[in-house]
């Protein structure tokens, strides 16, 4: 059982048998047909050969399917992850160098130890570093950077730049060299891909087809887009035409490579290779959940870091670039009836076998037609309605989520994630030094206790009941001190206050120490300072500690308890609800 916690096609492989065996090499071939003319266009976006793309696309399957978790992910090239190699290369090397090849292999490499480090220290929490509203908007502004970098192979003009500003500076001041036969090629593509994705599985049903059927052969739409732009490029003789053709792909499995062993290249791409991790573990690890969870299957995100982790240790050393698993090719693996991870490896089988034999056919493909690819997949991914969601219900989120954006469009990826990091970070340390804290009253006929604030409840002028809704550590405990203190100042006819817990999970020492200043300024004027509904583990801490034998009042089982005892004046219980009433407290 301890080899296969870290081998787990040791636990699926002992109930393997003939008719997963046929599911697996169905779904195989059909992610195989998709997953061709994703790679090469994904490579093209990280600005690496077209057949870098394929290479990334073997030996990773084959290690993920040993050592990941997730019966149906489909681990490759990603359009987010390319995006970030092509920023974190093009930062050491120019494109199209061998220079700049070596930096993404060892992008690959560096990336795979990192995520196998984390996995064995078991240390997969870190990837909540990143908030859902930080991850969706890198995700956003990334597939917007992404379409707009591919404009210029629609238009067949040569641009550049390394943030949003300057790509559209740089295709403004090229529009005029536009290339009348590229457009011709990008802009049909994109359509068809763009009818592909909604239009055309309705229109096969209503042929006849059959629902699954038809949603599988849609899937194959971009490879349709492919053999008939290939087909129009021979016909009409457009490479002589001023199209750029992705030419001749060799016909070789993927060679054995060596990641650079240069410290100083190695200094410059560690923290873009740490953050490549990051991403691509989360949405390799949200797609994973997601689709697990429609089977009751489960993924252990610790070992899913190893299994990513080996995927692109082997991309490295086959001249790959790093990988992760996709939503669209796993969905694809998921629908098509992919039962085990063995289906990964039969789509790498596909691949080298396509790598083989087929990219001959490859010759006449239009970059354009990748481009339509691209853009086509990447433009599902910005999400526009997020930002309005978020600044209804929490302005806080907004902000992290706007800010990433805004920098990642500006300044780059890189800053981008930073950026959605600090200002997560930032807004919840502010959260955090002041949380929640209410005056409390009892509610009429009930045990229950509620903001005085939001509800009809009575409460008595010498006590003094405060609702703590959060933990009390080093971040708020000055800020506690200030807020009980500042409240007991407006009652000068206070004698007791008591300190209702049970939201606090924790009490730190400097939480401690605050209750004890709080405790020492009430007990020189007179006042008694209680607490109620005490976790047991917070208690347990409490009573390690001299704070409870030099606490001036009680600790009490409820609140309810506590609130009865205290309000006796002289001896004798509180006057009833008509008391208060009548003086307009409740």
């Known amino acids: 059982m301890m080899l296969s916690r870290y081998l787990p096609i040791l636990e699926w492989g002992r109930t393997y048998n003939r008719s997963i065996l046929t599911n697996d090499m169905m779904a195989a071939v059909i992610v195989t047909i998709m997953l061709i003319p994703q790679s090469l266009a994904y490579a093209l976006l990280a600005g690496l050969p077209p057949v870098v793309g394929l290479y990334a696309s073997i030996l990773p399957l084959v290690l993920y399917a040993i050592f ?51 996995g064995l220290l078991r240390a997969g929490f870190l990837a909540n ?18 379409a707009t970098s591919q404009l210029k192979h629609i238009l067949g003009i040569t641009a550049g730049g390394d943030n949003w500003p300057s790509m559209l500076g740089s295709l403004a001041s090229s529009i005029t060299e536009t290339n009348t036969w590229t457009l011709a090629i990008g802009i049909p593509a994109t359509i068809f891909l763009f009818w592909v994705r909604k239009g055309a599985k ?41 199209v750029k053709l992705v030419g001749a792909i060799p016909q070789d499995l993927p060679p054995f490579a060596l990641p650079s062993t240069d410290l100083s290249l190695i200094q410059q791409l560690w923290v873009p290779a740490l953050l490549i991790s990051i991403i691509g573990f989360v949405e390799s690890v949200s797609v994973a959940q997601t689709l697990a969870a429609k089977r009751r299957q489960r993924i252990e995100p610790d070992q899913e870091l190893v299994g990513l982790g080996a995927a692109n240790i082997a991309s490295a050393f086959s001249g790959g670039y790093p990988v992760t698993g996709g939503f669209a090719r796993s969905a694809v693996n998921f629908d098509a009836g992919a039962e085990t991870p063995a289906a990964g490896a039969f789509t790498a089988v596909g691949i080298a076998l396509a790598t083989l034999f087929l990219t001959p056919l490859l010759f006449s493909l239009p970059i354009a037609t990748l481009a339509a690819t691209i853009i086509v997949a990447v433009l599902s991914l910005v999400d526009m309605k997020t930002p309005g969601q978020l600044w209804r219900y ?42 929640h804290a209410a005056i409390v009253g009892r509610v009429p006929e009930t045990e229950h ?19 703590i809704d959060e933990a009390l550590t080093y971040l708020n405990a000055r800020w506690l001190e200030e807020y009980v203190l500042e409240r007991v100042a407006e009652r000068p006819e206070l004698r007791h206050v008591i300190l209702m817990c049970s939201a606090v999970n924790e009490i730190d020492a400097s939480g401690l120490e605050s209750l004890e200043a709080i405790n020492h300024r009430l007990g020189d004027g007179g006042i008694g300072l209680h ?56």
């Open 449 to 467: 206790f509620r903001n005085v604030e939001r509800h009809s409840v009575f409460t008595v002028p010498h006590v003094l009941s405060i609702r």
């Open 202 to 242: 309705p229109a096969l049903q209503r042929l006849g087809l059959p629902a699954r059927a038809a949603d599988m052969t849609a899937k194959a739409g971009p490879v349709v887009a492919v053999a008939l732009t290939i087909m129009a490029a021979i016909a009409l003789d457009l490479g002589d035409k001023g």
């Open 68 to 118: 990941g978790t997730s019966r149906t992910l489909a681990v490759g090239p990603v359009a987010v992850v390319s995006l970030m190699t092509a920023s974190a290369a093009g930062a050491v090397a120019a494109q199209g160098t061998a220079e700049y090849l070596e930096a993404a292999i060892t992008l690959a490499m560096l990336s795979g130890v990192m995520l196998a480090i984390l």
């Open 394 to 435: 929490s302005k806080a989120d907004f902000a992290a989520h706007v800010a990433t954006i805004a920098v990642t469009l500006i300044a780059g990826v890189e800053l981008g994630v930073i950026t959605g990091v600090a200002v997560g970070l930032l807004l919840y340390l502010y959260r955090a030094s002041r949380p």
């Open 531 to 586: 607490l109620s509904e005490v976790k047991g583990p917070v208690m347990d801490r409490l009573k390690r500690t001299h704070f409870l034998d030099e606490l001036n009042g009680k600790v009490f089982l409820s609140q309810d308890r506590a609130f009865a005892e205290v309000s006796k004046d002289n001896g004798e219980p509180p006057p009833p609800v008509d008391h208060y009433l009548a003086r307009g407290m409740i």
């Open 129 to 146: 570093l990143l908030s859902h509203p930080v991850i969706s908007g890198f995700i956003t502004a990334s597939g917007i950077l992404i």
